[in-house]
């Protein structure tokens, strides 16, 4: 059974930082892309960031660039992706998602490249 778990997610005053984690079992992503998504109460799920199988190619939505740093490891037997959000505002709070492709190693931005997604992990980010 493949399983994506979100961790690192909390509150924070606007201004502030958080660092997203997604660990990854149940099969290998060393070949695959992985991102991340959010979703906002009565808002449509929208991409945020996503990073190439190799780390060589890395794409943010426009709201988020400059702000936000994605990242992976694959050295372990989990594969590893993280978010590092610097300089929150109050519009990024959501819940996060991870994702990791099964047949895309391109840092995709669309959800229909993602089959695997985890639970999700709350940002709230106060004024």
């Known amino acids: 059974q493949v399983r994506l778990v979100e961790s690192g997610g909390g509150s924070v005053r606007a201004g502030g930082s958080l660092r997203l984690s997604c660990a990854a079992s149940?099969?290998?992503?060393?070949?695959?892309?992985m991102g991340w998504f959010r979703q906002s109460p009565g808002k449509e799920r929208e991409f945020v960031s996503a990073i190439s199988w190799d780390a060589a190619n890395r794409n943010y939505a426009d709201s988020v660039k400059g702000r936000f740093t994605i990242s992976r490891d694959n050295a372990d037997a989990e594969n590893r992706v993280y978010l590092q959000m610097d300089n929150l505002k109050s519009e990024d709070t959501a819940v996060y998602y991870c994702?990791?492709?099964?047949?895309?190693?391109?840092?995709?931005?669309?959800?229909?490249?993602?089959?695997?997604w985890g639970q999700g992990t709350q940002v709230t980010v106060s004024s």
């Open positions: 994702v990791g492709s099964a047949f895309t190693g391109t840092a995709a931005t669309l959800k229909g490249f993602y089959a695997y």
């Open positions: 149940g099969r290998t992503f060393d070949a695959y892309a």
